[in-house]
């Protein structure tokens, strides 16, 4: 209960502090605060702590990997997705298809489908 009280910042820092504190730390309902996210690796979006993130940007002139792409699609809250920028042509287009059918909104702007 204790966490709730914390600002961001704090609670930024408080995690760093011990695991056990770590473990509370990510609890998602603590990070609400922080709607969106820009990722430019997968253990960011497999961290427990943004499991309640409704928008994701990947940063531009990333090389999208599949295994990125079926994190996004397990990604519970997940609402909005800009992957405006990055290059798309090596990705199954079987998965980019459930990307795009699993949020409401995405940005596919100056892709490299090719």
């Keep these: 209960r ?3 009280w914390l600002s961001p910042r704090d609670l930024k820092i408080v995690v760093l502090v011990c695991r056990r504190w ?3 730390g990510e609890t998602p309902g603590l990070w609400s605060w922080l709607a969106s996210l ?3 690796n997968i ?3 497999t961290c427990r702590r943004f499991k309640a993130v409704s928008q994701l940007r990947v940063k531009r002139k990333l090389t999208m990997t599949n ?5 996004i699609v397990r990604h519970p809250a997940l ?3 800009n992957i405006a920028g990055t290059n798309l042509s090596a ?3 079987d998965i980019l298809a459930r990307v795009v059918n699993s949020v409401e909104t995405v940005d596919v702007t100056g892709t490299s489908l090719t």
């Design 91 to 93: 990705i199954d287009p």
């Design 79 to 81: 609402k909005i997705l």
């Design 38 to 40: 820009t990722v430019n």
């Design 22 to 24: 770590m473990q509370v």
């Design 2 to 4: 204790i966490f709730l």
């Design 67 to 71: 295994e990125l792409l079926e994190s």
């Design 43 to 45: 253990e960011m979006l």
